[in-house]
């Protein structure tokens, strides 16, 4: 059973920049993959980032892309979200998430139920 806990939401003005953090336990953090999902107020979850578990892939989505960056500590069994010039539609709930291997391992970098591990998430708010 792996516990992630994810660390530094906040509010913050247009422009402004926020890191999250989200630290894992519990488990061998470097045999999962790691994703940042969001949901903002009445929308669906969405994806965010993903990063393969040895760290030498990532998946950013279109609406970050350029944004925000994802990165992962295996030594310190974090991963890690720098979202830089923040805008009002970024404001949600993000939540980290944990992907353990499947068969084939095949790695489904973008389908949130594929991953099987969540943290509680923390909010994020950019005001304008």
């Known amino acids: 059973q792996v516990q992630l806990v994810e660390s530094g939401g906040g509010l913050v003005q247009v422009g402004g920049s926020l890191g999250l953090s989200c630290a894992a336990s519990?488990?061998?953090?470097?045999?999962?993959?790691m994703g940042w999902f969001r949901q903002a107020p009445g929308k669906e979850r969405e994806f965010v980032a993903a990063?393969?578990?040895?760290?030498?892939?990532?998946f950013v989505a279109d609406s970050v892309k350029g944004r925000f960056t994802l990165s992962r500590d295996n030594a310190k069994n974090t991963v890690y979200l720098q979202m830089n010039s923040l805008k009002p539609e970024d404001t949600a709930v993000y939540y980290c998430?944990?992907?353990?291997?499947?068969?084939?391992?095949?790695?489904?970098?973008?389908?949130?139920?594929?991953?099987?591990?969540w943290g509680q998430g923390t909010q994020v708010t950019v005001s304008t």
């Open positions: 990063v393969s578990k040895e760290g030498g892939r990532t």
């Open positions: 998430a944990a992907q353990g291997p499947k068969d084939g391992n095949i790695w489904y970098a973008y389908a949130d139920l594929q991953y099987d591990y």
């Open positions: 519990g488990g061998t953090f470097s045999s999962y993959a």
